[in-house]
């Protein structure tokens, strides 16, 4: 449904957005990630027709953005960054603009608008000037901009942003919803959001992708650099002494013992099952081995470690998270 | 007929806006109120002449109303479009551009013409109100005077206000694509309204070529035939190629905008 090929934009000499490609299959949910700058606005704005992209290709529902803008733009629902919304205009009045300029037919109109306020739980501001709305219901009212046409593809540029917890649930049952009939791309610096509504994750930081995956084989495939929790009956120093010893073991950090414990983070080298190695050292050691568990990395943890660090691009090809890029 | 169809509701939405806030209404007053005012000093000075003619019977013949009355109204309220103009035009792209709402137009299935043109008729259709509204001062001429005017310099002088107005409509909407600050769209219209509205002076039979060509362009002179009731057919279709000019550029400037952004 959406096909991004070496999608390359730059500002002048700054490249926001650098060969990046990728693929959403109909009826998918997919989430940009990334942080502050990282270029997923701009890859979205290319999307929806708004910029055009400086090389690459990208096809929108069989269109390429390029060439057939406009029927790229009758088949999709875009929500930007920052709502588009009329201050002076009521929010029906609004809806009733954006169904015309969508080309929704007359006949349908009402139904439609009906639907969105529905959908978006607009009822109590319907008539409310959007001027005089709170952030989270403008959210809300360009949320049903975007739907309001039944697009096949939506573009939702941070979806939940401004919204309320409970809205934020709401939001992503919505957005869950969705998927089947719709194909979504959104983007979001929020990780449980990635984790409970898209089936899978693009990575991207500093104009590249970094990784893609689903969210649940992102976590799996990067705990070899995840770390281990290491308990055991025995003196600090002396274990902590032995456990270094370890081939494979990179760092340890001490961590809160009852009296006569101790207890560790032990960091391996990535892509190293050390647990075997670690076991025996304790017991040859003289200790008791009391516990030893794997801690996996959250999204979090892999985000970070995929945008922050140069290495990371080192972490991610060791394991068989696939690479787009390197 | 999707194009017309979306033209429409670029129309609609404008006239929303316009109606919703003051500038319809303010320009409404304005201009029938000073509409009222010329016409009511034109047509005082008009009984004062016929009174002093009616004495002088050497000259037998009445004194036109179109003439002494309604043309230099005409005339006056071309200066007052010169300045309420910008006021129409100013926020059609500059506040679309900071409300962030251009890219809502711009990333639906409109073309960027259609967007120019919705803008623009919409701002003419006020502009065309005004006018109506300010004619409606006319009526009582044709209910009190025993001789009333001829209607016909009326119309071609309707639309040589309307003719005028859109040159500068046009032009105001390509300026306003160039900005996100409505008040600097506002002022740089005025200003080049204003520069194209001087050019006119240089109308003299004595002057070179060059200056013809400058004189040409002012758009002033080719109100002063319809002004008298004579339609022109090269009047028309030099304010028609000012205005398509002026909606190309705005066209322009939307499309390239894009393209370098
Ligand atoms: N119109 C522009 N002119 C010049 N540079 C721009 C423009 N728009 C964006 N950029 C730059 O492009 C880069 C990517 O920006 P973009 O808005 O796509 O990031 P983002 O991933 O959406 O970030 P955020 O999470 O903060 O929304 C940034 O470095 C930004 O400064
Ligand atoms: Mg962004």
């Not at chain 2, 009984?47 to 109204?73: D, W």
């Amino acid at each position: 449904m959406i096909e991004v090929e070496g999608l390359t934009k730059r500002y002048g000499r700054h490249t926001a957005v650098d060969s990046v490609s990728f693929h959403v299959r109909k009826g998918e949910i997919l989430g940009f990630l990334g942080p502050n700058g990282a270029g997923k606005t701009t890859t979205m704005r290319i999307l929806a027709c708004y910029l055009p992209p400086t090389e690459g290709r990208a096809r929108v529902a069989g269109f390429d953005v390029f060439e057939a803008p406009l029927e790229v733009k009758k088949r999709l629902g875009y929500l930007p960054e920052t709502p588009p919304l009329y201050p002076d205009m009521e929010v029906t009045t609004f809806l009733d603009f954006v169904a015309k300029v969508k080309g929704v037919p007359g006949r349908e109109r009402k139904a439609r608008i009906e639907d969105a306020i529905a959908k978006c739980r607009l009822g109590e501001v319907r008539f409310k000037r959007i001027g005089y709305l709170s952030k989270g219901y403008r959210q809300r009212v360009g949320l049903a901009q975007a739907i309001l046409h039944n697009p096949d593809v939506l573009i939702l540029d941070e979806p939940t942003s401004g919204l309320d917890p409970k809205q934020i649930i709401e939001t992503r049952d919505l957005i869950r919803g969705l998927g089947g009939d719709h194909t979504v791309i959104l983007s979001t610096h929020i990780l449980p959001e990635v984790e409970m509504t898209c089936g899978r994750v693009v990575i991207i930081s500093k104009g590249k992708v970094v990784a893609e995956d689903t969210p649940g084989n992102l976590t799996r495939r990067l705990q070899g650099a995840g770390a281990l929790r290491l308990e055991v009956l025995g003196n600090g120093a002396a274990v902590a002494e032995v456990l270094r010893g370890v081939p494979g073991v990179l760092a340890i950090h001490p961590r809160p013992a009852g009296e006569g414990l101790a207890a560790f983070d032990v960091e391996a080298a990535a892509g190293q099952d050390v647990r075997a190695l670690l076991a025996r050292a304790v017991v040859q050691g003289g200790f008791g081995l009391l516990g030893l568990s794997q801690v996996g990395m959250s999204l979090e943890e892999i985000f970070l470690h995929l945008t922050t660090t140069d290495a990371a691009l080192e972490t991610g090809a060791a394991s068989d998270t696939k690479e787009v890029s390197a | 007929m999707t194009a017309v169809r979306n033209i429409a509701a670029i129309v609609e939405k404008e006239w929303r806006h316009y109606f919703g806030s003051p500038i319809a209404w303010v320009a409404l007053f304005v201009w029938t109120l000073l509409f009222g005012i010329f016409f009511s000093f034109g047509l005082s000075f008009f009984v004062k002449q016929s009174a002093m003619t009616a004495q002088q019977m050497e000259f037998g013949q009445k004194l036109s109303l179109n003439e002494y009355v309604i043309r230099p109204v005409f005339h006056n309220m071309a200066v007052v479009a010169l300045f309420l103009t910008p006021m129409l035009t100013m926020r059609l792209f500059a506040e679309e551009k900071r409300q962030g709402t251009l890219e809502l137009l711009a990333t639906s299935p409109l073309t960027d013409l259609q967007i120019v043109l919705g803008k623009f008729l919409a701002a003419t259709g006020l502009y065309a109100l005004m006018i109506l509204a300010g004619l409606l001062n006319l009526a009582m001429l044709w209910h009190y005077s025993t001789t009333p005017p001829e209607w016909k310099p009326v119309a071609t002088g309707f639309l040589a206000l309307l003719l005028f107005g859109a040159c500068f409509i046009a032009l105001g909407t390509f300026l306003s694509t160039l900005t996100r600050n409505q008040i600097v769209a506002g002022i740089l219209s005025f200003c080049l309204f204003l520069g194209i509205w001087t050019l006119g002076w240089a109308d003299d039979p004595t002057n070179g070529p060059v200056m013809k060509v400058v004189a040409y362009l002012g758009v002033t002179n080719h109100m002063e035939d319809m002004v008298k009731g004579v339609l022109e057919l090269k009047d028309v279709i030099f304010y028609l190629s000012f205005i398509a000019f002026g909606l190309f550029l705005a066209h322009q400037s939307v499309e390239s905008q894009r393209w370098r952004a």
